[in-house]
Each structure stands twice: as structure tokens, then as C-alpha cells.
């Protein structure tokens, strides 16, 4: 059974930095792009980062340009999101998605707060 289990999500003050975690079980991941998105209460579903399957071209949506790196070690299945120079507007719940087969993982809050 296909399954994406997102972890690494917490509370952090602004400008702190937290890493998220993608784990795939049940298929290899080496072949499919991959995407990060959020949503935060009261707002539509945003896609934040997409990655291709060997790594090599990243793009990133202009809130999060330049603050975020997304990366993938097929090895492990498994992509990252790392969080940098965090702001209270980041708060929101974070997905991973392999957008070929629509799989969703079950999310992981992040929440930016002094």
C-alpha cells in the first residue's frame, strides 16, 4: 500500500528554521516528481515546492523563495523540506504529494509564533 508520512513540523519563533521530513512506503519514489504544498486555516491549498525525480531542478513559489530548499534522497525514499528565516505567514499545515498518482500525505503543522 502506497503511503507518504510527513514529519519534522512543531512550533518555532520567527526566523527560527525547522526541517520536514517526507517518508514514502510501499513504492519506490526515484521516478516521480515530488511536490510540497500548505494550507493554512481559512485559505486555499498552496503549492510551495516542487522537486523532479534525480533532484537536479527545484522550483520554489515566491513566498518561499530563497528562505526554503527542497531536497530528495531516493535512497531513503524520502524527500526534505528545510525551513529557513521562518515567518508567522508559514504557519500552516504541510503536505507532500507525488503529483503523477495524486498520492497525499496526512500533513504536518508548522507553526511560526513568538
Known amino acids: 500500500q502506497a503511503q507518504l508520512v510527513e514529519s519534522g513540523g512543531g512550533s518555532v519563533q520567527p526566523g527560527g528554521s525547522l526541517r520536514l521530513s517526507c517518508v514514502a512506503s510501499?513504492?519506490?519514489?526515484?521516478?516521480?516528481?515530488m511536490r510540497w504544498y500548505r494550507q493554512a486555516p481559512g485559505k486555499e491549498r498552496e503549492l510551495v515546492a516542487h522537486i523532479i525525480s534525480t533532484g537536479v531542478r527545484k522550483n520554489y513559489s515566491d513566498s518561499v523563495k530563497g528562505r526554503f530548499i527542497v531536497s530528495r534522497d531516493n535512497r531513503k525514499n524520502t524527500m526534505y523540506l528545510q525551513m529557513s528565516s521562518l515567518k508567522p505567514e508559514d504557519s500552516a499545515v504541510y503536505f507532500c504529494n507525488i503529483p503523477l498518482y495524486d498520492y497525499w500525505g496526512q500533513g504536518t503543522q508548522v507553526t511560526v509564533s513568538s
Open positions: 510501499g513504492f519506490s519514489i526515484s521516478a516521480d516528481d
